[in-house]
C-alpha cells in the first residue's frame, strides 16, 4: 500500500509540469483571437481551407480541389501555390471554421489576397478569422509541453523547464501561435518527431515503435511546409550517435545497422508525407511528379525562398542572420539586398532582433559550456546534438531563405539557440549555492524575458481588424531597450548577473589563494 501511494504521488507530480505549461500557454495564446491584426497569408490561407472543408461537407469528394490547387477553379493560384496547398493543413484550419458555422461557400476572393482580383469589401470578418486560429494556440501549447520533455531527456529537468518558459514568451512563437500561418504546424510535428525520435534511444536500445512514429510526425511536418527539411541532419545525426553508442566498440556490421535505420526512418517520412496527399492514393507516380512540378515552380517563381544553394554562404548575410536573430549591429553600413541589385542598410534599429537580454547572453553561456563538454569527449551526446542542431540549421537557412526579413524562415535555427541558452541557464544557475538567491535569479531572467516578448500585449491582443507584415517589429531586443518598464526589468537582470559573477570569482580567487 505505501509502495502504491509513492507511485501515485509520482505519476501525478510527473504530469503537473506538463498541465500547467499547456494551460498557462493555451490561455495565454488564445485569450481574445478575434483582436489579433491580420496577415494577408492568412486570409490567403483561410480561403483555401475554407474552400476544402466546404467541399467535404457538401459531399463534393471528386472535386479536384481536394487533390491540388493546379487545377481548382473554385480557387485564385499561380503555378507556386502547388507547393504550399497542404491538405493536413486545410483540414487543421477549415474544420474549426465550419464547427463554429462561418462558412461562406464562395472563397475565390479570399484566395487571391495578394492579386488585383482582390475586393476589400468581402474580407473575412473578424470571428471568421477568429475562427480559423482556434486551434492555432492549442499547436502552440503543445509545442510548449513537447519542447519541456525534449529538454529533460537531452539533459535534465531543470533544463527542460527553462527551456519550454523560454520558447513559451518567444516573441516570434507566442505571435505565429495565434495566427493562420503553417509555423504553428510544421514546428510543432517537427519537436514532436525529435522527442519520439530521442525517446525511441531512451532504453539505450532501438525502440522500433517510437522510431516509426517519430517518421510518421516528420512526414505531417513535411506536409505542413516543406522547410520542416533543415531538421534532417539533426534527426541523422541522432540516430547516428545514439546508433552506435549501443555497442563498444563499434563493428562494421553494427555501422550498417545504423546506416539503414537512418535511411527506413526517412522512408517512413517520406511515406508520412504522401500518405496526407489524396492524389496518392488514386496514382502515386502521378502524386510525385504533381509534387516535384509544385517545387520547382515554387523555386522559380518565388524570390523569397527557394531551393538549397551556396550562394546563399556569403559572410554579409551570415553576421545579418546574427543580427536578426542573437544581437543588433553596432555600427552602421550597406550589404547587398534580398532583391537582386537592391541594398540593405544595417544599423542598430534595422533589422530588428528577435531576441531578449537573457535569452541572448546566456545563449553566449551556453555555448561555453557546451564547446567545454564536447571538448572532454565523456558522456556528450546530447550536447553535440545540439550544437549540430545549431550548425546546420544556421547554414541550411542561409542555403535556403533568400530574405531573412521573413524571420518565419529562421525558426529551425532560432530554436537551437533557446535551447542552447536554456542549456547555458541551467549550467550557470546550478553553481549558485544559495537556494534563495538561486530562485530568485531564476525568477528574474525569466521575467525580464517575458516582459521583453509580451510588452506589445496591446498589439497582439486589443487590435482588431489592423494588419502586421514581416519582419514583425514587436517583443524585440530593441523595442526591450525602448520601452522604460522593460530597460528597468533589463537592467536588475543584468546588475544581478553582473552581483552574482563578481561573486563567484571572488570565491574562486579565495580558494586559489
Given at each position: 500500500m505505501k509502495m502504491s501511494l509513492v507511485s501515485c504521488i509520482g505519476t501525478k507530480s510527473r504530469y503537473t509540469i506538463p498541465l500547467v505549461l499547456f494551460l498557462v500557454s493555451v490561455l495565454m495564446y488564445s485569450y481574445n483571437l478575434e483582436g489579433q491584426p491580420r496577415h494577408g497569408d492568412e486570409i490567403n490561407y483561410l480561403g483555401w481551407a475554407g474552400n476544402y472543408i466546404h467541399l467535404i461537407n457538401s459531399g463534393e469528394l471528386a472535386n479536384s480541389c481536394l487533390i491540388s490547387i493546379d487545377n481548382c477553379n473554385l480557387l485564385y493560384h499561380i503555378p507556386a501555390h502547388g507547393a504550399t496547398y497542404s491538405p493536413l493543413r486545410m483540414i487543421l484550419i477549415g474544420v474549426p471554421l465550419s464547427l463554429e458555422h462561418q462558412d461562406t461557400g464562395d472563397y475565390y476572393d479570399w484566395s487571391c489576397y495578394w492579386f488585383t482580383c482582390y475586393n476589400f469589401h468581402n474580407a473575412p470578418t473578424i470571428q471568421q478569422m477568429a475562427a480559423g486560429r482556434t486551434l492555432s494556440p492549442v499547436f502552440g501549447a503543445l509545442a510548449v509541453v513537447v519542447v519541456f520533455f525534449i529538454g529533460k531527456i537531452l539533459f535534465n529537468r531543470n533544463t527542460g523547464i527553462i527551456f519550454s518558459i523560454l520558447f513559451m514568451f518567444y516573441n516570434l512563437w507566442a505571435w505565429y501561435s495565434r495566427t493562420i500561418m503553417t509555423e504553428v504546424h510544421y514546428i510543432f510535428f517537427s519537436m514532436l518527431a525529435l522527442l519520439l525520435l530521442l525517446y525511441s534511444f531512451r532504453t539505450g536500445r532501438l525502440q522500433i515503435k517510437y522510431l516509426v512514429a517519430s517518421g510518421i510526425s516528420f512526414g505531417c511536418a513535411f506536409t505542413s511546409k516543406l522547410l520542416s527539411v533543415e531538421f534532417s541532419i539533426l534527426f541523422a545525426s541522432i540516430i547516428l550517435f545514439y546508433g552506435l553508442s549501443q555497442r563498444r566498440p563499434v563493428d562494421k556490421r553494427h555501422v550498417l545497422k545504423t546506416s539503414l535505420t537512418i535511411v527506413a526512418f526517412f522512408l517512413i517520412a517520406i511515406l508520412g508525407f504522401l500518405l496526407t496527399e489524396p492524389g496518392f492514393y488514386k496514382n502515386p507516380i502521378h502524386q510525385v511528379i504533381v509534387i516535384k512540378s509544385d517545387m520547382d515552380n515554387y523555386n522559380r517563381d518565388v524570390w523569397f525562398i527557394a531551393y538549397p544553394t551556396i550562394q546563399g554562404l556569403?559572410?554579409?548575410?551570415?553576421?545579418?542572420?546574427?543580427?536578426?536573430?542573437?544581437?543588433?549591429?553596432?555600427?552602421?553600413?550597406?550589404?547587398?539586398?534580398?532583391?537582386?541589385?537592391?541594398?540593405?542598410?544595417?544599423?542598430?534599429?534595422?533589422?530588428?532582433?528577435?531576441?531578449?537580454?537573457?535569452?541572448?547572453?546566456?545563449?553566449?553561456?551556453?555555448?561555453?559550456?557546451?564547446?567545454?563538454?564536447?571538448?572532454?569527449?565523456?558522456?556528450?551526446?546530447?550536447?553535440?546534438?545540439?550544437?549540430?542542431?545549431f550548425v546546420s540549421t544556421f547554414f541550411t537557412t542561409l542555403m535556403i531563405a533568400r530574405d531573412l526579413s521573413l524571420e518565419r524562415y529562421m525558426l529551425p535555427f532560432l530554436i537551437s539557440i533557446i535551447v542552447i541558452a536554456s542549456y547555458g541557464f541551467w549550467s550557470f544557475t546550478r553553481h549558485i549555492t544559495s537556494k534563495k538567491i538561486q530562485i530568485s535569479f531564476i525568477a528574474c531572467a525569466l521575467f525580464s524575458h517575458a516582459t521583453t516578448s509580451m510588452s506589445y500585449w496591446q498589439k497582439i491582443y486589443f487590435s482588431p481588424g489592423t494588419f502586421w507584415t514581416n519582419p514583425l517589429p514587436y517583443g524585440t531586443f530593441q523595442e526591450s531597450l525602448a520601452n522604460p518598464f522593460t530597460l528597468i526589468v533589463d537592467t536588475i537582470f543584468v546588475i544581478f548577473f553582473a552581483c552574482i559573477v563578481l561573486v563567484w570569482f571572488k570565491n574562486k580567487t579565495k580558494v586559489a589563494v
Amino acid at each position: 500500500m505505501k509502495m502504491s501511494l509513492v507511485s501515485c504521488i509520482g505519476t501525478k507530480s510527473r504530469y503537473t509540469i506538463p498541465l500547467v505549461l499547456f494551460l498557462v500557454s493555451v490561455l495565454m495564446y488564445s485569450y481574445n483571437l478575434e483582436g489579433q491584426p491580420r496577415h494577408g497569408d492568412e486570409i490567403n490561407y483561410l480561403g483555401w481551407a475554407g474552400n476544402y472543408i466546404h467541399l467535404i461537407n457538401s459531399g463534393e469528394l471528386a472535386n479536384s480541389c481536394l487533390i491540388s490547387i493546379d487545377n481548382c477553379n473554385l480557387l485564385y493560384h499561380i503555378p507556386a501555390h502547388g507547393a504550399t496547398y497542404s491538405p493536413l493543413r486545410m483540414i487543421l484550419i477549415g474544420v474549426p471554421l465550419s464547427l463554429e458555422h462561418q462558412d461562406t461557400g464562395d472563397y475565390y476572393d479570399w484566395s487571391c489576397y495578394w492579386f488585383t482580383c482582390y475586393n476589400f469589401h468581402n474580407a473575412p470578418t473578424i470571428q471568421q478569422m477568429a475562427a480559423g486560429r482556434t486551434l492555432s494556440p492549442v499547436f502552440g501549447a503543445l509545442a510548449v509541453v513537447v519542447v519541456f520533455f525534449i529538454g529533460k531527456i537531452l539533459f535534465n529537468r531543470n533544463t527542460g523547464i527553462i527551456f519550454s518558459i523560454l520558447f513559451m514568451f518567444y516573441n516570434l512563437w507566442a505571435w505565429y501561435s495565434r495566427t493562420i500561418m503553417t509555423e504553428v504546424h510544421y514546428i510543432f510535428f517537427s519537436m514532436l518527431a525529435l522527442l519520439l525520435l530521442l525517446y525511441s534511444f531512451r532504453t539505450g536500445r532501438l525502440q522500433i515503435k517510437y522510431l516509426v512514429a517519430s517518421g510518421i510526425s516528420f512526414g505531417c511536418a513535411f506536409t505542413s511546409k516543406l522547410l520542416s527539411v533543415e531538421f534532417s541532419i539533426l534527426f541523422a545525426s541522432i540516430i547516428l550517435f545514439y546508433g552506435l553508442s549501443q555497442r563498444r566498440p563499434v563493428d562494421k556490421r553494427h555501422v550498417l545497422k545504423t546506416s539503414l535505420t537512418i535511411v527506413a526512418f526517412f522512408l517512413i517520412a517520406i511515406l508520412g508525407f504522401l500518405l496526407t496527399e489524396p492524389g496518392f492514393y488514386k496514382n502515386p507516380i502521378h502524386q510525385v511528379i504533381v509534387i516535384k512540378s509544385d517545387m520547382d515552380n515554387y523555386n522559380r517563381d518565388v524570390w523569397f525562398i527557394a531551393y538549397p544553394t551556396i550562394q546563399g554562404l556569403e559572410p554579409t548575410r551570415m553576421l545579418l542572420l546574427f543580427h536578426y536573430t542573437l544581437f543588433p549591429s553596432p555600427i552602421v553600413h550597406t550589404i547587398p539586398g534580398a532583391y537582386p541589385n537592391s541594398t540593405f542598410n544595417i544599423s542598430w534599429n534595422s533589422p530588428q532582433t528577435n531576441s531578449s537580454i537573457p535569452l541572448t547572453g546566456f545563449f553566449f553561456v551556453g555555448m561555453v559550456y557546451i564547446i567545454n563538454k564536447i571538448r572532454k569527449f565523456k558522456d556528450c551526446i546530447p550536447e553535440s546534438l545540439v550544437l549540430i542542431w545549431f550548425v546546420s540549421t544556421f547554414f541550411t537557412t542561409l542555403m535556403i531563405a533568400r530574405d531573412l526579413s521573413l524571420e518565419r524562415y529562421m525558426l529551425p535555427f532560432l530554436i537551437s539557440i533557446i535551447v542552447i541558452a536554456s542549456y547555458g541557464f541551467w549550467s550557470f544557475t546550478r553553481h549558485i549555492t544559495s537556494k534563495k538567491i538561486q530562485i530568485s535569479f531564476i525568477a528574474c531572467a525569466l521575467f525580464s524575458h517575458a516582459t521583453t516578448s509580451m510588452s506589445y500585449w496591446q498589439k497582439i491582443y486589443f487590435s482588431p481588424g489592423t494588419f502586421w507584415t514581416n519582419p514583425l517589429p514587436y517583443g524585440t531586443f530593441q523595442e526591450s531597450l525602448a520601452n522604460p518598464f522593460t530597460l528597468i526589468v533589463d537592467t536588475i537582470f543584468v546588475i544581478f548577473f553582473a552581483c552574482i559573477v563578481l561573486v563567484w570569482f571572488k570565491n574562486k580567487t579565495k580558494v586559489a589563494v
